[in-house]
């Protein structure tokens, strides 16, 4: 075969491969963003826990008596 050829099966199996890589970086892309929002919607779960312990001790800890200047 003469190099014409040879270039020209190059260039048939890029455009031939090229759909599948683009479809496997979008699978991986959209598995990395499900583990993103489900690491997301975790966080978002642990700050409400800490918040509401945060209001519930600091309703706690404070005293029923203001200290006011007269």
Known sequence: M???NWIRIC???GLLAWPAVESYR?????RQLEASL???SQVNGRLQIAR???N???KRT???V????H
């Open 2 to 4: 003469n190099t014409k």
């Open 11 to 13: 260039v048939l199996t």
């Open 26 to 30: 979008l699978y991986v892309a959209q």
């Open 38 to 40: 489900l690491l997301q």
């Open 52 to 54: 509401l312990n945060h």
């Open 56 to 58: 519930q001790t600091t």
């Open 62 to 64: 404070e005293s029923p």
């Open 66 to 69: 203001s200290f006011q200047k």
